[in-house]
């Protein structure tokens, strides 16, 4: 075979993509690696488990930041006969090149190396209910994130370096903006549906084996088939991406409640979002969603949007019954049944949080992470200051860091900037939905029926095939002409909490 | 952390280290990678996972012919203060690191195109029954090898360097002489039992969730345990090490014989192989068993040694009976049942010979593949010479190449060398057997007991624990004192087949 000429802008850009298909095969085998360890691994492999991890992170490194790739993104990124594909695919490498080369490489050590010990600290801190035993290595957390953020000095302020991790196009006043008109909209919310009185509880069982039945079928529905699946138990559910043929969606079941159906159809929401990337992006770096707000509202738009409407259980709430006998769903009709998977309760714990309340959960850990990263709060103080926002924002008391400050692990890998990824989700899931509801009249219509091939059809058409061409904001702009924007999601949500509990706006 | 001082042995030394791991971490993702798509892939990913192991292996042979790695082991092989066991480690790394670097990229690249192409056209001639579909692919895979071995001129026969990439310290020559005598004491044999009359058969049927439990309960008394093995289903067995704490078992089960459970007695003896490795060898390339025939006769001693025994089915008879009922087994006391599982029937399939039969097999196959290579056979008279043979060594007719010629894939893959280790592993086995039998004389009663404990450290000290350390030649004459020599594979034979068909020597 002739290689390519170096010196046209076809050649150089098949010298491209032969790099980018390398970057791209080493992340495969990462992925796969990371999903093995959580679904089939036994105990014993961890230690060669993580080495192998880290190998494979430290060459992905390495090649996207080889300067000979640097060179052949400078020539494109000049070159005026790229179609806008290739232009869009350059644009975004050279950006994910960039922000890897400014980071040293010491840096990225350092953090590698207190993220092992602060896990270490919080699993330590978190038995003996002590957060003053997670305090050091949450410490140098935040110093070594400020060294991250001091090398974008660009940025306006330190905690953009971070949230550009996960959103690059973001900025922390615009997500503060965003998140205080939430707040405002979600707490008169929140307390007028408390006012309403007790929603029905289903009292279950829901045996794990017929939870299984009826998430596999509602996965099918969404798109689940086995030439391009898989489903998998696994302790804490996730969904991963081996390519856009292959799929792998986790799920665990408990038969107090029904948190599995709704995790799975929350994680093939992920997974539909990766199974629909263009094909012609196979074996590139933008072949994959673009940011974990977009992908978060993937998720949240089949778990909530769909997953909890009256148009959705009227098909699959017969089903039920049949799976789970009526006394399971403790006698209510299907409308009874809609008030108890729209429970709105305040509550400790974000991971068991409602549609309403979870968001505030989000915001309490921005506001934080934020006052962390501008030296306003001293992580010292961070116990306090959790509890008093707890009270503040969702009305409650925290008994112990247990169920506080130390409930989440993300902190003990150093994550900040992460948590705010999922209020976004639910924001654009709810400006999404909006549009989707105008231009597919019929979509109730289909849910009532099982089918839901219109409303994936559009998801490829405005999200999914794009993959990470677009920056998020101008995938939310092209698909819904507008910002991030929370008052979608508010209207939504009191909209559907006023219809089932009778509540005057 | 201080870097290595690099002008030190030990400095040296632990630069070495880096690199094996890293080369080990490589080794791990791509095994993993055959381990998934074997049993866990969904088919849409085939694909991208035929990429993803290109890449892999690609980066893999980078790494392992990269100069710096050469000019450290040229250092260290000079080095005086280096302890026995570094030493042969080094000795070990450069004589893998040489053969990588003698075989230009070029080649390496023609023959895996050559090998993707082959496999089409092996399925195809096998699909129609028909070699002359496949003459043309497998002409030019013996023109590659033989291109392959030009690259080795030093070698005494063009057959060595093929030998050599599974047998490193093994001539055509020597195997040559050992299989002769093989079929000298085969061929008679094998005659002798046949005027026997034929052995019971166990009528079945053996239902597969039974034989799962069987097959489990016998995979625990190998040493098979949860924290550090896992055994699942793939089409063909195969046993896999993602280090020594994660050996990965395969099986398939059928209900109409046993095949399914002395394959995974089969396979725990390649796992056991990995899973005693001395763990100071870990991340390192010499880690893993030694070659091919070894690895064969650790499998084939669990198989048929231990497995096919009368003090082995002493203890697990009786469970037999309790699982699947004495109907099943044809109503056979445990002799009967002994001469049923050590049934011989001269056989067209080598997958699915039996213990004395089998060596035939690869004898045809090992004749045929040194008079390709010399050149005194060609390939279009490929399939007269394979039915000559099957008459002259099994007494068959081959009523179509399906059944003959075409039946294993491994020419496809160009595979030329690797068939005679299946022989080598029965005759290893035997080998290290009578060694065994005279170190532990209460073998028998331990095999009684269902223990195997005495067995599995006699083997972890005698050949796991060395890894790589000692080629296959130093480790069978430290384990046995000889060479490669079939006559305890042809006494042991004897022995058996004596006491359970009252055959005269």
New interface residues.
Partial sequence: MPSPDPTSTAGTLEVLRERL??LD??R???S??GW?EQT??????A???G??L???GR?AHEKLTDPALTALLDRLGAAEDLGETDARMVAAVARDADRARRVPDRLIADIARQTTLAQVAWHEARAADDFALFRPALERHVELRGELAACFPEAAHPYDALLHNFEPDLTTERVRTVFAELKEGLVPLIREIAAAGPPPRLPGPFPVEQQRILAAEIARAQGFD?????LDLAVHPFAMS??S???RVTCRYDESGLMGPFAVMHEIGHGLYERQVDPAL??TTVGTGVSLGIHESQSRLWENLVGRSEAFWRHWHPRMLELFGADALGGTDLAGFLRAVNAVHPSLIRVEADEATYSLHVILRFELEVALMEGTLAVADLETAWNEKTKELLGLDVPSAKVGVLQDIHWAYGELGYFPTYAIGNIVAAQLWQVIRRDLPGLDDDLARGETLALREWLREHIHRHGCLYTPGELLRGATGADLDARPFLEHLRAKYSALYGLTA
Same sequence: chains 1, 2.
């Fill in positions: 298909g390398e095969d080493l495969h085998a990462s796969l690696a093995d089939m691994m036994p105990p014993g492999g230690a060669a488990r080495e192998v880290a190998t494979l060459l086995d030439e391009h699946w898989r081996l390519g043929s292959d799929i196979e074996r």
